[in-house]
């Protein structure tokens, strides 16, 4: 008797430290890669942890951290799963539902459901909230529970960026529904929210620090990391230090004058170069008869440097901008468009076959007895757009073009290109994650954002169908046939986009910073050897 005891004292024993061993810590699974922190410097503090409120990008990028959507972008700018395992749309494309995971769990332990779903959108929609989200449902006609974990979104009319509008990430109603909606703003949740997603807030301290820890009820692998801190730096200067002696551990936007100092340093930094979505250009106003043919655009173009533009201001970090669509949305980027190369004694070539040449000696090209001169306009407090300027200047100089360069306050300088009252700019985009030029390259847009006047019925009617195409592959043929013609028009010159340098010492591993977010994936980096 005494043995059956002991052997089953024996398995009691094995018994109890097999369930030790599925630990949701995982602190005993023996991962080598479990634990540490890092610390993440930054110039400003954030408004809000509350999704529906946060305006910054830096907030946006933390409350993502620990709050999940339907289904996020990737690195190839698609969507993939969060917290919906899979989505379908209606034949019409006036229904889109969503099937939503039934292992994901708040922080505090119940389930995230099609209830938090709609009471999400529900709190969008209402004017009494007053999100800065809410335009995202201006199609949304109702939100229908189908089921416990299925929602569908009915809109009033199909459009390809359903997802971009229903995807976001959602709230607890368990949390929020008692709230009166016009507090919903001030309420202690946007300073202590519970989490659905791989971390949670540990504290938060205004005006110094935020951090952040694993969050075990997370139905995803633990973080690796113990902390993630967000220390609050306001002086850049101060913040570049810190990072150089290793009191931080990654800023996410040095200035590119910087990086060949932070490379010298010794200081054991990796400098991440990512794409940027924000790109420069000179807009020509297509109402100046200097302007009104494109081989003159094309012409000017040719006598741009780019890569000397780059290499000169952005220190290499930027590369050719070769129209508006971002390389990054790669399902639409038309590949196949070649950059314009510089060719100063091209572009006199067709400015003299156009008329253009110094009849005079004087050094800049006439026609008809007038010169080939316009005012360059430019907004202060934009040192970069600034020095464009001069070394368009400076270029065009070179062909015989002769450019003033007028230095505006950016109220003046915007209700010039508003009014149409202005020869060329210079100015940047930052564009959207989605392709919808409408507002900038469309001929009905010339009270939007199309400031230069820019009209080819060519171009309306590939913009018209490719906003409204639901097949992507259709709507990617559309969009590459778009991108050719609109740089064949040169309407205006693309100069370059400008890329982000995201400093991280490199003893953390599969660092993986994007576009969509510095810290994108951070639940997979972890502290590794050989640093």
Not at 60 to 80: C, P, R, T, Y
Not at 167 to 173: D, F, S, Y
Request: net charge negative.
């Amino acid at each position: 008797m005494k043995y059956f005891l002991l052997i089953l004292a024996i398995l009691i024993h094995i018994v109890l430290i097999s369930c030790q061993s599925n630990d949701n810590s995982q602190t005993k699974t023996g991962d080598n890669r479990l634990g540490g922190r890092i610390i993440i410097g930054v110039n400003n503090d954030i408004e809000t942890l509350n999704p529906i409120f946060t305006e910054s990008a830096l907030a946006q990028e933390i409350v993502h951290l620990m709050l999940l959507g339907l289904a996020d972008l990737d690195e190839n700018s698609e969507f993939s799963p969060e917290l919906a395992e899979s989505w379908k749309s209606s034949d019409d494309y006036l229904k889109l539902t969503y099937h939503l995971r039934k292992d994901a769990l708040w922080s505090d332990g119940l389930p995230v459901t099609a209830e938090d779903v709609k009471f999400t959108y529900d709190l969008l929609m209402d004017t009494l909230v007053a999100s800065p989200r809410q335009g995202a449902c201006d199609f949304i006609k109702n939100i229908t529970i189908v089921d416990s974990f299925t929602v569908t979104f009915e809109f009033t009319e199909a459009y390809p960026t359903q997802l971009f509008d229903t995807a976001g990430e959602i709230l607890p109603k368990h949390v929020l529904d008692k709230v009166e909606r016009k507090e919903l703003k001030n309420h202690d949740f946007g300073r202590n929210p519970i989490s659905s997603g791989p971390f949670k807030l540990k504290k938060w301290v205004s005006q110094q620090y935020l951090e952040l820890e694993p969050n075990d009820k997370y139905f995803g692998r633990r973080a690796y990391l113990d902390q993630v801190i967000f220390k609050i730096v306001p002086d850049k200067t101060n913040l570049l230090m810190q990072l150089k002696s290793g009191e931080i551990d990654m800023v996410s936007d040095v200035p590119a004058s910087e990086i060949e100092s932070l490379k010298k340093s010794k200081s054991g930094l990796t400098v991440y170069q990512v794409d940027g979505r924000v790109y420069y250009y000179l807009g020509y106003n297509g109402k100046n008869p200097l302007f009104s043919d494109k081989e003159i655009r094309r012409a000017l173009s040719m006598a741009l440097d780019r890569h000397k533009i780059i290499e000169a201001l952005l220190y290499g970090y930027g590369k050719p901008c070769l129209g508006p669509l971002a390389p990054m949305v790669k399902w639409a980027f038309n590949e196949d468009v070649k950059e314009i190369p510089y060719n100063p004694e091209a572009a006199k070539v067709d400015l003299k076959n156009a008329g253009w040449q110094d009849n005079d000696g004087d050094g800049i090209l006439d026609k008809n007895g007038k010169k080939f001169e316009f005012t360059l306009s430019c907004a202060t407090g934009n040192q970069l757009k600034a020095d464009v300027a001069v070394i368009a200047q400076e270029q065009l100089k070179k062909i015989g073009i002769k450019v003033n360069i007028e230095m505006l306050e950016w109220t003046t300088f915007i209700d010039q290109i508003q009014s149409k009252n202005f020869d060329a700019c210079v100015n940047g985009w930052s564009t959207p994650y989605y392709v919808d030029p409408t507002p900038v390259f469309h001929s009905g847009s010339t009270d939007m954002f199309n400031f230069i006047s820019y009209a080819n019925p060519k171009v309306d009617e590939l913009i018209e169908k490719g906003r409204v195409e639901m097949d992507q592959q259709k709507a990617a043929d559309i969009w590459k046939e778009f991108h050719k013609i609109l740089y064949e028009d040169q309407p205006y010159t693309f100069l370059f986009w400008i890329d982000q340098a995201v400093a991280v010492n490199n003893k953390y591993k599969n660092v993986t910073p994007l576009a969509l977010s510095s810290v994108y994936n951070l639940e997979n980096w972890y502290i590794g050897s050989g640093n």
